[in-house]
C-alpha cells in the first residue's frame, strides 16, 4: 500500500496545500514543506514552473515564474522530497505541465520520483487518453497519476477518470483557472456525485481561498485543495523567512482547523 | 490519405493535450465539425461567403519579373487579395459558421500580426458577434495598424503582457479565458495549431488556397508544378496550398521558417528546423525549448511567424520527408519584401516576405514551375521595414 492509499484509510475529511517549488528559493520550499508536513496537513501538492501554464492564473503563473528565474526543476525539487521524505510520511506529488515530463522522460521521471520518495503527479494538461503508455508505465510501477475532473466532465468520461486515476480523483470546483476570486464556487455539489461512482476519495480544488468556504464544499467532497491564496501568502511575506514560515503556518492551522474538525 | 486519426494523431504528432474544463465543449466543436464537413448545406453556404465577401477565387497570377530573376515560370497564390487582406478569412469564415450553428455567441482569438485578429473581429462583426482578442504588447506596438482596424470593426483588443509579450502568450491568455468563459464563447484560432481538431478544421477551411491554384495552374500551364512555397508560422497558408497536392509525391513542398538574426544564434523562430518534440498549446509538435522543456523565446521581424510552435501535420510532413522545412533571415525577408515591391507592384506581408525570399535560394532552372503562397499584403509591416532599413 503507498502512501495516498494508506491516507485513504485514514477518517475524517482531507486538507491538501499547494506550493510552488523555489518560490521564493528552495531553501524556503524545504521549510515550507517540513512545515505542512509538522502541522499534519494530508497531503502536499508541489508545482515544478513551467513557461506556459495555461490552466493557472496570475497568482501562480506569477510564483511560476519567479520559481524559474530561481532555476527550480524536476531534479532540484526531488532533491528537496528525499530530505524531507527521511523525516516525514506525508504523501507529496507534483503538479505540473507535461511538457516538463515529456521532455524528462517519463519512464525517469517516474523511476526518479519513486526513489524520491515522490508519491504521484498531477498533469492538468495530459488526459488519460493520450500518450496512454505514460499512465502504464506508472500503474506498473505503483506511481500514481491523478486525473482531474470538471464541473464539464461528461459522465461518460467522469467514469473513465474514476476508473483510472490512482490515489485520489482531484475534482476542480470552477469553471476557470486556478485561483479565480472567491465565491465563484458555483459547481461544487458535483464532487459528490462522482463519488458516487466509484470508491475513491474525491478531493476538491480550483478557487478556495478562505476557510469560511471549506465547510460548503466538504458537504460534497472528502477533502480541499488550497493553491492560490497559500502562495499569495508566501509571496506577501517572502522578504523574512521567519515571519513567512510563521504566517504560512497561521494560514494553514486555520483550514485545518475547518478540515479537520468538519462535523457532518 | 485520411489524417488524422479519430483522436487528431498525424502520426505521432497532434493529438488533445486539453485541460479537463475544455474537453466537454472540444468534443462538443469536433462533432459539430464533423457534421458540417458532410453537409452540403454547410459548404453552399461557407463558400457563397467566400465568393461574395471574401472575394474568391483570388488569381493565381504569373509574376514574369519575379520569374526572370529567379528562375523559371513563378506563379503568386494571391492570398493578399482577399478582403481583410490574407489567408486568414478563409478559416475565420469557416470557423465563425462553425460557432452560429453551436449557438455561440462570443468569440475570442489570439493574433500575432493582427491579421488573424482582424479577420476574427470582420466576421464577428458581419454575424453580430462579440469579440475579443487577446495580442501580446509587443505585437500590440509592432502592429499598431492591425490595433486600429480591430477597434473600429467593434473588437476588444486584450493586451498581453505574460511571458515573451507576443503570440504564444497570446495563446495562453486566449484558453484561460475559454476556461472560464467555457459556456457561451468559442475559441477561434488561427492557426493549424491547438487541440484536436483544431489542426484539421483550420487545414480544411485553408485547403481552399491549393483546391484554387491547382485548378488554376493546370488551366494556365497544363501541368502540375514542379515547387510550392509558403511561409510557416503555425503552418495554415502553407498546409492550405500544401495539403490538396500531398498526394502528388513529384511535387516538392517547401515550408519557409523565420531565420530571425540567423539560426544559429537564439533569435529565431524556427521550430520544425531547430525544435524538438514536445507538448504545447494542447498539440504534440516540434516546439522551440530548453533541455528542461521550458518553451524558448523566439524572435522574427514578422510578428506572424513569431512562434516557438507549429502544426503537428508539419511536423508529420517532416518527419516523413514530404516536405523541407528551411529557414530566411530577417535580412533576406526585407530584401524580399522590396524586391516584390519594386519588381511587381506588390507589397507583401513580412510573413509572405519569407517565402519570396526563398527562390533566391532556390536556383530555379528554366522550364520550372513554382507557385508561392503571397500570404498576405504588406500594409502592417511598412513602418517595421522602414524602421529596419533606417539601422
Ligand atoms: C500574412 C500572414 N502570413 C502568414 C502568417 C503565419 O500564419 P500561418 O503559418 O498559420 O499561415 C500570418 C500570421 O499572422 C500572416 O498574417
Redesign the pocket.
Known amino acids: 500500500m503507498n502512501r495516498i492509499e494508506k491516507l485513504e484509510k485514514v477518517k475524517g475529511k482531507k486538507l491538501i496545500i499547494y506550493l510552488m517549488a523555489g518560490d521564493p528559493d528552495m531553501a524556503s520550499t524545504q521549510a515550507l514543506l517540513e512545515m505542512l508536513c509538522t502541522e499534519g496537513v494530508s497531503l502536499i501538492e508541489i508545482g515544478i514552473p513551467f513557461s506556459d501554464p495555461i490552466a493557472d492564473g496570475k497568482t501562480i503563473q506569477l510564483a511560476g515564474e519567479r520559481a524559474l528565474k530561481n532555476g527550480a526543476d524536476i531534479d532540484k525539487t526531488l532533491k528537496i522530497v528525499k530530505a524531507v521524505r527521511k523525516k516525514f510520511d506525508t504523501p507529496m506529488v507534483f503538479m505540473t505541465y507535461y511538457n516538463i515530463i515529456y521532455k524528462y522522460g517519463f519512464e525517469k521521471f517516474i523511476a526518479n520520483s519513486l526513489k524520491a520518495g515522490l508519491d504521484g503527479a498531477i498533469i492538468p494538461d495530459r488526459p488519460y487518453d493520450e500518450d496512454e503508455n505514460f499512465g502504464k508505465v506508472a500503474k506498473s510501477a505503483g506511481y500514481d497519476i491523478i486525473y482531474l475532473t470538471a464541473p464539464t466532465s461528461s459522465v461518460e468520461r467522469a467514469r473513465k477518470m474514476v476508473e483510472k486515476t490512482s490515489g485520489f480523483l482531484y475534482y476542480i470546483l470552477v469553471k476557470g483557472t486556478t485561483g479565480v476570486k472567491t465565491g465563484a464556487l458555483n459547481d461544487y455539489k458535483k464532487a459528490a456525485v462522482f463519488k458516487k461512482m466509484g470508491k475513491r476519495q474525491v478531493f476538491a480544488g480550483f478557487g478556495i481561498s478562505k476557510p469560511e468556504q471549506v465547510k460548503e464544499v466538504l458537504k460534497y467532497s472528502d477533502g480541499v485543495i488550497v493553491g492560490s491564496a497559500f502562495v499569495k501568502i508566501i509571496n506577501e511575506n517572502s522578504e523574512d523567512k521567519k515571519k513567512m514560515l510563521s504566517k504560512a503556518r497561521n494560514f494553514v492551522k486555520k483550514f485545518s482547523k475547518e478540515v479537520f474538525e468538519y462535523e457532518k | 490519405m485520411s489524417l488524422p486519426d479519430k483522436k487528431g494523431h498525424f502520426g505521432i504528432f497532434g493529438g488533445s493535450y486539453a485541460p479537463e474544463t475544455l474537453r466537454a465543449l472540444i468534443d462538443k466543436l469536433e462533432k459539430e465539425y464533423k457534421k458540417a464537413l458532410k453537409d452540403k448545406k454547410f459548404w453552399e453556404e461557407y463558400n457563397y461567403y467566400l465568393r461574395e465577401y471574401a472575394g474568391r477565387p483570388n488569381p493565381l497570377y504569373f509574376a514574369e519579373r519575379l520569374s526572370e530573376k529567379f528562375g523559371g515560370k513563378i506563379y503568386l497564390k494571391r ?2 487579395l482577399n478582403h481583410t ?4 478569412i478563409n478559416n475565420t469564415l469557416g470557423q465563425i459558421l462553425i460557432a452560429k450553428r453551436m449557438g455561440k455567441k462570443r468569440i475570442i482569438a489570439e ?6 485578429g482582424v479577420a476574427a473581429a470582420t466576421v464577428a462583426a458581419m454575424f453580430g458577434m462579440k469579440c475579443e482578442v487577446y495580442m501580446g504588447e509587443e505585437d500590440i506596438k509592432r502592429q499598431a495598424l492591425n490595433v486600429f482596424r480591430m477597434n473600429i470593426l467593434g473588437a476588444k483588443v486584450n493586451s498581453v503582457s505574460s511571458g515573451t509579450k507576443t ?1 504564444k502568450d497570446a495563446m495562453n491568455e486566449a484558453i484561460r479565458d475559454w476556461l472560464v468563459n467555457v459556456d457561451d464563447t468559442f475559441y477561434l484560432i ?4 491547438g487541440f484536436h481538431p483544431y489542426p484539421a478544421m ?1 487545414r480544411d477551411f ?1 485547403a481552399v488556397i491549393g483546391k484554387e491554384a491547382r485548378q488554376q495552374i493546370l488551366k494556365a500551364e497544363g501541368r502540375l508544378p514542379n515547387n510550392l512555397v ?11 496550398l500544401f495539403y490538396p497536392f500531398l498526394n502528388d509525391k513529384k511535387v516538392r513542398l517547401f515550408g519557409v521558417e523565420a531565420g530571425g538574426l540567423g539560426i544559429k544564434t537564439a533569435m529565431h523562430a524556427a521550430t520544425l528546423s531547430k525544435g524538438s518534440v514536445g507538448i504545447l498549446h494542447g498539440t504534440k509538435t516540434y516546439i522551440l525549448q530548453d533541455k528542461k522543456g521550458q518553451i524558448l523565446n523566439t524572435h522574427s521581424i ?4 513569431d ?1 516557438p510552435g ?2 503537428p501535420e508539419h511536423s508529420y510532413l517532416k518527419d516523413i520527408k514530404r516536405a523541407q522545412y528551411v529557414t530566411v533571415t530577417d535580412k533576406e525577408a526585407v530584401e524580399g519584401f522590396m524586391t516584390l515591391s519594386r519588381l511587381e507592384g506588390i507589397i ?5 516576405s519569407h517565402a519570396i525570399a526563398y527562390l533566391k535560394k532556390m536556383k530555379l532552372k528554366k522550364n520550372e514551375l513554382t507557385i508561392v ?1 503571397l ?3 504588406g500594409d ?1 509591416d511598412v513602418n517595421t521595414v522602414i524602421d529596419y532599413l533606417k539601422k
Open positions: 492570398e493578399d487582406g490574407s489567408h486568414k493574433t500575432g500580426a493582427g491579421q488573424h503570440l488561427g492557426t493549424v495549431s483550420v485553408q509558403a511561409c510557416v508560422g503555425g503552418g495554415s497558408n502553407a498546409i492550405g514578422s510578428a506572424g511567424l512562434y507549429v502544426g507583401p506581408a513580412l510573413e509572405s503562397c500570404s498576405g499584403r502592417k
